[in-house]
């Protein structure tokens, strides 16, 4: 007889289920939730918030040390030259003494108690304005050749070799003007200068070393070239290239689009790099006080020595005899400090004319 197995049946059974719940239930549920996220967006906001103005404060401070520190050295150089300030006023930088001995002109001498700027100024002026004429023709056709007439694989090696010239420390241009540039000039340019234009008057004497205004104008050239140089690159390439198509559809040549379409309308950032380039020159030291001689007086011709403020300053501020001389000389440098500044915010200004809103263009 056979074993009957007995069914076994699996029943599943479930949980009760839970009663659903009421709308007020599920907000009180969700609610520490959204609160925490809130809460965590608002700490997260006002920590950035507070960052935030943190920067914004530290960075005004970082821009706001610019002025302090300009009048503080303003204010440091005006209260050290206060002995001339009142001794002599603005007539420091015109007067002219006579010694009595030789009834000759004298300008600046110390030990006698002579203190006048007007060498300092007239060298200034004469190597500054001479060496824009050298530089000036120079590096403009540089900036033309560059901008619109170079290839493209010469243009950024010639224009880096160019800027190059501007990262040189100013020593070494004086040692090279000392063992290379004057010796060059003394035997060669100068001879030739005073058979040829010595009827002007402006080459009939010169220095048996070589030095002098010419020698530091031809320095000065060489040092201030890269400067001109790349404001007029950058004044020429924010013109418009539509300008240079517009000039040659009416038939222009490449010569008549670059006077008309470009240097012109380029013209007031060109002046503005040239001013630039004097604000460099009037302010140089060491190169110039290598080569012009250091003689404190006043000759018309260009091939005598002189000196200039920046170079007079260089060469007695260690050796001033007397506290009259010294704040002679700080009063000199005051003087060229804030020419110096004048003459660089109107450079930049016009500069900035030309350049505001003005996309870089290429040729």
């Not at 063992?179 to 220095?207: A, C, H, M, Q």
């Amino acid at each position: 007889m056979d074993a009957t197995v007995p069914e076994i049946r699996i029943v599943q059974t479930q949980p009760p289920s839970e009663p659903a719940q009421t709308p007020e239930q599920a907000a009180a549920v969700a609610a520490p939730v959204e609160h925490s996220a809130i809460r965590r967006y608002l700490l997260a906001r006002g920590n950035s918030a507070i960052t935030d103005g943190a920067f914004r404060v530290l960075m005004a401070l970082c821009a706001f040390s610019i002025f302090v520190i300009v009048a503080l050295i303003l204010f440091e150089l005006v209260q050290r030259s206060q002995l001339t300030l009142h001794a002599f006023g603005l007539k420091f930088f015109y007067k002219t003494y006579f010694d009595p001995t030789t009834n000759l002109p004298s300008y600046w001498d110390p030990v006698n108690g002579y203190f006048s700027a007007l060498p300092f100024v007239y060298g200034t002026l004469v190597s500054s304005l001479l060496s824009l004429l050298f530089a000036v023709p120079l590096a403009i056709g540089v900036a033309v050749f560059l901008t619109e007439m170079c290839p493209n694989f010469l243009c950024a090696p010639l224009a880096f070799l160019t800027e190059l010239l501007a990262a040189i420390p100013s020593i070494i241009y004086g040692l090279w003007a000392v063992f290379i540039l004057v010796p060059l000039l003394r035997e060669y340019v100068n001879p030739l200068l005073i058979k040829g234009l010595g009827w002007t008057g402006l080459f009939d004497d010169t220095s048996p070393t070589g030095m002098g205004y010419f020698a530091s104008a031809v320095i000065l050239a060489i040092m201030i070239l890269p400067i001109i140089s790349s404001l007029t690159r950058e004044v020429m390439s924010a013109v418009p290239h539509s300008q240079r198509e517009a000039v040659l559809a009416l038939g222009a040549t490449r010569w008549e689009m670059i006077r008309m379409g470009v240097l012109r309308n380029a013209r007031v950032g060109i002046v503005g790099a040239v001013i630039l380039g004097l604000g460099r020159a009037l302010g140089e030291t060491m190169a110039v006080t290598m080569v012009i001689g250091s003689t404190p007086q006043i000759h018309h011709s260009l091939l005598s020595t002189g000196s200039s403020m920046a170079s007079v300053i260089a060469s007695e501020f260690t050796e001033a005899v007397s506290d009259m001389h010294l704040s002679a000389l700080i009063e000199i440098g005051l003087a060229l400090f804030i020419v110096t500044i004048i003459v660089n915010a109107i450079a930049r200004l016009l500069v900035w004319a030309v350049t505001r809103g003005a996309p870089a263009t290429t040729h």
